[in-house]
């Protein structure tokens, strides 16, 4: 039965000539043209069209789930002489797609209601689908130049849903998310154009043969392709867009942002570091895989860091966004460490790769969820202070009994869905911790589990700032009434997330172990992962000691306060490293543009003449 089990892993590598992947990516695109048109004529038939656009999409996307199952689907676009131009759809892909487009859908339902009363709906709208077409382009591109120009149109359209308010706020997080986003293309280039050079190749599949014989500096690699991913999925220290972004967007736009926008940056980390630095085959000598599997440590370390930071940060947020935004970044911590484990254990690394996937899916699930629930309360009370907003579990108790469930789901609590994948990445850092035999590995476990525990505190924190207490006389009198387009959107996550949790073998057989076919994994480490069972005593009881860890810490930080602590803005990651590096970048780039400005001048006085 295990050998069918890993012969099913093992697809066939046939590779299938298809319009599938151009169509996926032609629709919303495509159909952002037809939201202006309908735009013009009559809003209602203009939020149809992007409804019906978005779920034409992800039907689209899940029609090309049996095909995968005979092979790869590719569409060449361009082929110059050197390399070509392709868009790949493979099992792995197809997981990135799959919620892309799922969750696109729902916010977009839910956004025909946030955004009845708002401005500018035809160019919301229309940028809201046309990113939708370039996410996709980014997890369907089947090389790196492909990957580069749906990356860079995914970042210059969800800076114009970002900054739709403009206001003074808004303009200036959109403005630092966008620069961070340029300093991410620049890295990316500069990986690509060091990969090219040395491999002749840019297309996505494991190259690490070749990168050896090459003489290329792994490491440097590997920094850029980091860095440049590392921005768009809110790594810490390249973090700090995030909490900015989010309180001021529309709240659909947050919640793309944190559950898929954040993911592409995921998507490519797990491309470039367990695919592109991968052998084409299992070695057994492991002294050749020594950069990739270092820098897995490194990035394992990354991960721990970025999820006690920002569980530590949320727990010291009171507004509801900026509170989910650190708390997104706490979740990546926890992909991002599942990464480094996979790289670092080499081709062990399977239980690794599968827990980073999984949490992947259901971080976008709740996470999507969360952020469309306190967008209905901001609906009604247009202020998400949970200091200042209280008591809504009695004017929206549907809602409150949602947020719940996504609640349950990002703190792991068995029968729900985090509980599984946070289950997989914590048996996968036990297994690097004995893997390595060293100390501070442990150490990272032991913070694996405090940071679990914290994020029960500040959810906990939340839930009683915003439902509990009596509700404050000026949101007393209001209307709690919200269109059907919101309750579906939030019972269909809802749903989700329960029935994922109930049956977690079913998404973890049919597509988690699936997607590792075009990955290079010890075949006996992904056989032993249909037989992992989460539903033991043993896992269990180690959720049951994070819960009575968060009660006490919930108890020692209610007690001395340490919800309202406010530490000083020199502190912040901010102040001590990019306003110095602004400053350095504008002390350099002042005198090229005074020359720049003086030659104008010149030239002017010349035409005068």
Same mark, same amino acid.
């Given at each position: 039965?295990?050998?069918?089990?890993?012969?099913?892993?093992?697809?066939?590598?046939?590779?299938?000539?298809?319009?599938?992947?151009? $169509?996926?990516?032609? *629709?919303?695109?495509?159909?952002?043209?037809?939201?202006?048109?309908?735009?013009?004529?009559?809003?209602?038939?203009?939020?149809?069209?992007?409804?019906?656009?978005?779920?034409?999409?992800?039907?689209?996307?899940?029609?090309?789930?049996?095909?995968?199952?005979?092979?790869?689907?590719?569409?060449?676009?361009?082929?110059?002489?050197?390399?070509?131009?392709?868009?790949?759809?493979?099992?792995?892909?197809?997981?990135?797609?799959? *919620?892309?487009?799922?969750?696109?859908?729902?916010?977009?339902? @839910?956004?025909?209601?946030?955004?009845? @009363?708002?401005?500018?709906?035809?160019?919301?709208?229309?940028?809201?689908?046309?990113?939708?077409?370039?996410?996709?382009? &980014?997890?369907?591109? /089947?090389?790196?130049?492909?990957?580069?120009?749906?990356?860079?149109?995914?970042?210059?359209?969800?800076?114009?849903?970002?900054?739709?308010?403009?206001?003074?706020?808004?303009?200036?997080? /959109?403005?630092?998310?966008?620069?961070?986003?340029?300093?991410?293309?620049?890295?990316?280039l500069l990986g690509i154009y060091h990969l090219y050079t040395g491999v002749g190749t840019l297309e996505i599949k494991p190259l690490f043969d070749q990168i050896a014989q090459s003489g290329l500096n792994s490491y440097?690699?590997?920094?850029?392709?980091?860095?440049?991913?590392?921005?768009?999925?809110?790594?810490?220290?390249?973090? %700090?867009?995030?909490?900015?972004?989010?309180?001021?967007?529309?709240?659909?736009?947050?919640?793309?942002?944190?559950?898929? &926008?954040?993911?592409?940056?995921?998507?490519?980390?797990?491309?470039?570091?367990?695919?592109?630095?991968?052998?084409?085959?299992?070695?057994?000598?492991?002294?050749?895989?020594?950069?990739?599997?270092?820098?897995?440590?490194?990035?394992?370390?990354?991960?721990?860091?970025?999820?006690?930071?920002? $569980?530590?940060?949320?727990?010291?947020?009171?507004?509801?966004?900026?509170?989910?935004?650190?708390?997104?970044?706490?979740?990546?911590?926890?992909?991002?460490?599942?990464?480094?484990?996979?790289?670092?254990?080499?081709?062990?690394?399977?239980?690794?790769?599968?827990?980073?996937?999984? !949490?992947?899916?259901?971080?976008?699930?709740?996470?999507?969820?969360?952020?469309?629930?306190?967008?209905?309360?901001?609906?009604?009370?247009?202020?998400?202070?949970?200091?200042?907003?209280?008591?809504?579990?009695?004017?929206?108790?549907?809602?409150?009994?949602?947020?719940?469930?996504?609640?349950?789901?990002?703190?792991?609590?068995?029968?729900?869905?985090?509980?599984?994948?946070?289950?997989?990445?914590?048996?996968?850092?036990?297994?690097?911790?004995?893997?390595?035999?060293?100390?501070?590995?442990?150490?990272?476990?032991? %913070? &694996?589990?405090?940071t679990s525990a914290m994020t029960l505190c500040y959810f906990t924190k939340f839930f009683r700032g915003l439902f509990l207490g009596d509700v404050p006389e000026q949101y007393d009198q209001r209307q709690y009434r919200?269109?059907?387009?919101?309750?579906?959107?939030?019972?269909?996550? /809802?749903?989700? *997330?329960?029935?994922?949790?109930?049956?977690? @073998?079913?998404?973890? @057989?049919?597509?988690?172990?699936?997607?590792?076919?075009?990955?290079?994994?010890?075949? !006996?480490?992904?056989?032993?992962?249909?037989?992992?069972?989460?539903?033991?005593?043993?896992?269990?009881?180690?959720?049951?000691? %994070? *819960?009575?860890?968060?009660?006490?810490?919930?108890?020692?930080?209610?007690?001395?306060?340490?919800?309202?602590?406010?530490?000083?803005?020199?502190?912040? %990651?901010?102040?001590?490293?990019?306003?110095?590096?602004?400053?350095?970048?504008?002390?350099?780039?002042?005198?090229?543009?005074?020359?720049?400005?003086?030659?104008?001048?010149?030239? &002017?006085?010349?035409?005068?003449?």
């Open positions: 039965m295990l050998n069918a089990a890993a012969q099913e892993v093992k697809t066939t590598t046939e590779v299938m000539t298809s319009l599938l992947p151009l $169509a996926l990516i032609m *629709i919303p695109l495509l159909g952002a043209l037809l939201t202006y048109l309908c735009g013009r004529y009559s809003d209602k038939l203009r939020n149809a069209c992007a409804v019906l656009v978005t779920l034409l999409t992800a039907a689209a996307v899940m029609s090309g789930y049996p095909l995968l199952q005979e092979g790869v689907v590719e569409f060449v676009l361009f082929r110059p002489a050197q390399f070509k131009l392709f868009l790949r759809l493979d099992l792995f892909s197809f997981v990135f797609a799959a *919620i892309i487009s799922i969750i696109w859908f729902l916010a977009t339902l @839910h956004a025909t209601a946030y955004m009845a @009363h708002e401005h500018e709906q035809n160019r919301f709208f229309i940028c809201l689908v046309a990113t939708l077409g370039s996410c996709l382009g &980014f997890v369907l591109a /089947g090389d790196l130049i492909t990957l580069f120009v749906f990356y860079e149109a995914v970042t210059f359209l969800s800076h114009i849903l970002v900054t739709h308010e403009h206001t003074p706020a808004a303009n200036s997080a /959109g403005n630092g998310m966008l620069y961070l986003g340029i300093i991410g293309s620049f890295f990316l440097w690699l590997l920094i850029y392709f980091t860095i440049g991913f590392g921005i768009k999925a809110g790594m810490t220290p390249t973090h %700090i867009w995030l909490p900015k972004v989010d309180p001021v967007a529309p709240a659909p736009v947050s919640a793309l942002l944190c559950a898929l &926008f954040i993911k592409t940056g995921v998507y490519g980390i797990l491309r470039v570091v367990d695919m592109i630095f991968t052998p084409t085959e299992v070695l057994h000598n492991l002294t050749t895989l020594l950069p990739a599997m270092n820098f897995g440590y490194l990035l394992l370390w990354v991960g721990i860091v970025s999820m006690f930071f920002g $569980a530590f940060m949320a727990l010291l947020s009171n507004h509801a966004k900026k509170l989910l935004a650190y708390s997104s970044i706490s979740q990546m911590g926890y992909i991002i460490m599942g990464i480094g484990a996979a790289s670092y254990l080499g081709p062990a690394g399977a239980l690794g790769f599968a827990g980073a996937l999984y !949490h992947v899916v259901n971080h976008a699930f709740f996470k999507a969820c969360l952020f469309l629930v306190i967008g209905a309360i901001y609906m009604v009370t247009h202020e998400l202070d949970i200091t200042v907003v209280r008591g809504m579990a009695k004017k929206v108790p549907l809602i409150t009994v949602i947020f719940l469930i996504a609640f349950a789901g990002i703190g792991g609590l068995p029968g729900f869905n985090g509980y599984v994948s946070k289950t997989l990445l914590h048996h996968a850092l036990v297994e690097a911790a004995e893997h390595s035999q060293a100390w501070p590995l442990l150490v990272a476990e032991k %913070i &694996f589990v405090l919200f269109t059907w387009p919101v309750y579906t959107a939030l019972l269909i996550l /809802g749903v989700i *997330i329960v029935a994922v949790g109930l049956f977690p @073998h079913f998404l973890l @057989h049919k597509l988690i172990i699936p997607a590792l076919s075009g990955f290079t994994f010890d075949p !006996h480490q992904v056989e032993h992962l249909y037989v992992v069972n989460v539903w033991n005593w043993h896992d269990i009881q180690g959720m049951l000691v %994070i *819960i009575a860890l968060a009660a006490v810490l919930f108890w020692a930080m209610d007690r001395f306060n340490f919800f309202a602590v406010k530490f000083p803005r020199w502190l912040s %990651i901010d102040y001590l490293f990019y306003q110095p590096l602004r400053a350095v970048l504008r002390r350099w780039i002042a005198p090229l543009r005074e020359a720049r400005n003086q030659g104008k001048a010149r030239d &002017f006085t010349s035409h005068s003449r």
